[in-house]
Antibody, heavy 122, light 111 residues
């Protein structure tokens, strides 16, 4: 059974850097074609993909946020970390991590964490 | 700003059929990338409802079906039930943006 859980601060100040951790079980980032990504959802708004990292350290970023994002993995600890710099109130959202397989048929984000709400306010 | 457009809301009486459209372009759906649909119940994380345009994961009722044609996709719910009240999102890949794109989302209300 695959489970993922997000953790990190619930409140950050504008201009600060956000660091979120996704801890997972039932999957391994040492397994071929396995990936973990981050998606966010501002209150009452749509989902937005942020970043994705695969087992071989292949990293993908949303072009619109690429300059602010860094995604890394710790395979031994079953964790993926996302950092987002220069936080702004518009970044207030629920942040989800999710499992994805890299494949030529472009599969979905098939397992999701419960999400963590991050509020950006001074 | 999402490149996949959905109607903001659809509604229907119990037992009725509703459809949700997802309109894209030649750089995403029209380029042949698969469309997936997610159901998000209030206060919960999204869940895969349809993958690969028309496939249902194990446990998803056959009341839900998906299709794709040209630059658009659709999700149909037949025999609408109160438990289907949720937000629904389509998702694909856009080759021009190099971006995994989600739709604008549709709220389904059971009257």
């Amino acid at each position: 059974q695959i489970t993922l859980k997000e953790s990190g601060p619930t409140l950050v100040k504008p201009t600060q850097t956000l660091t979120l951790t996704c801890t997972f079980s039932g999957l391994s980032l040492s397994t071929s074609e396995v990936g973990v990504g981050w998606i966010r959802q501002p209150p009452g708004k749509a989902l937005e993909w942020l970043a994705l990292i695969y087992w071989d350290d292949d990293k993908r970023y949303s072009p619109s946020l690429k300059s602010r994002l860094t995604i890394t993995k710790d395979t031994s600890r079953n964790q993926v970390v996302l950092t987002m710099t220069n936080m702004d109130p518009v970044d207030t959202a629920t942040y989800y991590c999710a499992h994805k397989v890299r494949s030529t048929d472009w599969p979905p984000f098939d397992y999701w964490g419960q999400g963590t709400l991050v509020t950006v306010s001074s | 700003q999402s490149v996949l457009t959905q109607p903001p809301s659809v509604s229907g009486a119990p037992g009725q059929r509703v459809t949700i459209s997802c309109t894209g372009s030649s750089s995403n759906i029209g380029a042949g990338y698969d469309v997936h649909w997610y159901q998000q119940l209030p206060g919960t994380a999204p869940k895969v409802l349809i993958y690969g345009n028309s496939n249902r994961p194990s446990g998803v009722p056959d009341r839900f079906s998906g299709s794709k044609s040209g630059t658009s996709a659709s999700l149909a719910i037949t025999g609408l039930q109160a438990e289907d009240e949720a937000d629904y999102y389509c998702q694909s890949y856009d080759t021009s943006l190099s971006d995994y794109v989600f739709g604008t989302g549709t709220k389904v209300t059971v009257l």
